[in-house]
């Protein structure tokens, strides 16, 4: 039974969508930052005039709010996932993540109380001047120490916005350059502190009037007994507060699992092992605990579908689906047994089936690397393959066969990528083109449609030069279909190359058939007809079956006798 829960506002997505907004905030917060001290490079007197709008933004009412909001949000939702983790066995970025933002709080508290706390409450001036000369100065052990909080919240920022971004079709080209931004910033603040610090201690630098003030005020502050003596409370209260909240954490987890130990339920993989787990763990969480390879590109998040599983028992009796699962599962138009292993907690035995196996180390060859599961993307995927070849090539020379191949093959190629394209691999007297890995889905699937039209004119052309030598007319058929496919470097050893795997690329490969079967020369699935922008008036269409799907799919076919496809202008 689906509870408010799993749909209302304290849903998963929900819940997601405010731990990404909360951390957005205090990631902006970080650059504004870290930018403010990298003026330290110019002179002391330009960080400390940037000081002023950084403050301007995030010391008024509403940007106190956001972002100590933000920081209260998500150190909350940090601790609960913590909770919410049935196993602590993830892969190492996931853990470093964690252990990063734990850190986090103890290496900032004393920052925190040392700037905004005292200035809120004695009018304390934390200028560049008086914090860097304390830092550098007057406890250069506190300066080491905020060195690594400085790079522990940096590089938690930054593993969180890969997570975030590494599905986007943009990233893969633009993080060579955001890695050297994430590189240069931390390392030019340092240098600005670092060169603000040896002003400071620079015996020829003469302050100023107003800093002879400013330290006037910090100096009554200083001597103040009951100030330092509230202040120290503060600082035992935020560092209790958070050490009882994590503590907290740890005793629910091991509350949890005395209680789960008695209610547990197995998990049984083809390869005859078993993995016993509380009731309530992920199939993906059992995977992970029994040691065993499991694809999980997204990090177990239900944002992709490489670690989905048969379930080869009673799948009908397992606790449906929420609406997260849903909407994977729609996309890839999964069967009624296939569920995504970092969303099924099954609630009795079960058996499962990982439908996409890693390899493991020791079965690679020397010197090679495990394939890469890739990315899910929306992508269009064209299967063209040669008519009666067989036919074509029985009475013909090897060496004349391999030069049809080499023109056939050429016209291919060259049509694919000036398309926008990228010939995936040929196959006999058949090819296979990917579009969209670079660009939008509607994008790939005008490509797509330009490149089986040249493709369909080019071989006319071919067929008409050697229509004396061949016994038959030359013609091609083409099926094309858009859709989520997972991308990766996959193959064996040193035979490796990128491609694409998925119900996608397998009903292309049916509709370049069906293209046979109906005697015309391009087939194109209704989401490419769609989104290609082609004019449905024009272009005939019905409904076929295709293996391996419940429901007939729409398709437009283009005829051999015109196989120009007719698009509407881009809007």
């Known amino acids: 039974m689906t509870t408010v829960w799993a749909t209302g506002i304290f849903s998963e997505r929900t819940i997601r969508k405010a731990r990404l907004g909360s951390g957005l905030v205090m990631f902006v917060f970080i650059i504004l930052h870290m930018s403010n001290h990298a003026l330290g490079l110019v002179s002391l007197t330009a960080a400390d005039d940037a000081r002023r709008l950084f403050l301007a933004i995030w010391r008024n009412p509403l940007g106190t709010l956001l972002f100590y909001g933000s920081v209260l ?12 983790r049935r196993s602590l066995v993830m892969p190492k970025n996931e853990m470093a993540q964690i252990v990063l933002g734990l850190l986090i709080p103890l290496l900032l508290i004393d920052h ?21 000369r304390t830092l550098w100065i007057n406890s250069p052990q506190n300066g080491v120490r905020q060195t690594f909080a400085l790079l522990a919240v940096w590089i938690h920022g930054c593993i969180g916005i890969h997570f975030w971004l590494r599905y986007r079709p943009w990233y893969d080209n633009s993080s060579s350059l955001l890695l050297a931004i994430a590189i240069l910033l931390p390392v030019l603040a340092l240098l600005g502190f670092v060169e603000m610090g040896r002003t400071l201690s620079d015996p020829s630098y003469i302050e100023s009037e107003s800093g002879h003030y400013e330290e006037t005020i910090n100096t009554r502050y200083y001597n103040d007994p009951e100030a330092r003596e509230k202040i120290a409370t503060i600082r035992a209260g935020l560092y209790g507060s958070f050490s009882a909240a994590l503590a907290l954490v740890i005793l629910a987890r091991a509350r949890r699992r005395l209680k789960e130990r008695a209610n547990q339920v197995a998990v049984h993989y083809p390869g005859g092992e078993t993995v016993r787990v509380p009731r309530g763990f992920t199939v993906l969480e059992a995977s992970r605990l029994g040691g065993l390879p499991h694809y999980s590109v997204c990090g177990g998040k239900g944002q992709c579908s490489t670690c989905r599983v048969q ?23 999964a069967a009624a047994d296939v569920r995504l292993a970092c969303q099924l907690r099954p609630d009795k035995d079960l058996t499962v089936a990982p439908l996409l196996v890693p390899q493991t180390e020791a079965a690679l060859p020397a010197n090679s690397q495990e394939t890469s599961p890739g990315r899910e993307r929306e992508i269009a995927v064209l299967f063209c393959d040669m008519r009666h070849f067989t036919t074509l090539t029985e009475t013909r020379l090897p060496f004349d066969v391999v030069f049809l191949l080499n023109r056939y093959f050429g016209i291919v190629g060259k049509a694919v990528e000036q398309a926008g394209g990228r010939l995936d691999k040929f196959i006999g007297d058949g090819a296979m083109a990917l579009f969209g890995l670079n660009t939008t889905p509607e994008e790939a699937c005008r490509q797509a449609v330009a490149a089986a039209t040249a493709i369909v004119a080019e071989v006319e052309k071919l067929a008409a030069e050697l229509s004396d030598e061949l016994p038959l007319p030359l013609q091609i058929v083409i099926g094309i279909h858009a859709g989520p496919a997972v991308v990766g470097t996959m193959g064996y050893g040193r035979v490796r190359s990128l491609t694409a795997v998925g119900d996608t690329v397998n009903v292309a490969s049916r509709l370049e058939t069906a293209a046979k079967d109906l005697n015309a020369a391009i087939v194109i699935s209704e989401p490419v007809a769609m989104r290609a922008g082609i004019d449905p008036e024009t272009v005939e269409s019905c409904e076929i079956n295709v293996r391996g799907r419940a429901l007939p799919l729409k398709v437009y076919v283009i005829p051999r006798e015109n196989a120009a496809v007719p698009l509407k202008e881009k809007q």
Do not use: C, F
């Open 73 to 84: 949000v998500h150190m909350t939702l940090v601790l609960r996932g913590l909770y919410m």
């Open 112 to 132: 925190v109380i040392g700037t905004r706390i005292v200035h809120a409450l004695y009018s304390y001036t934390d200028n560049y001047e008086t914090i860097v």
């Open 311 to 333: 379930i080869l028992s009673d799948y009908w009796t397992l606790p449906p689906p929420d609406k997260l699962e849903q909407t994977t599962l729609k996309r890839i138009n």
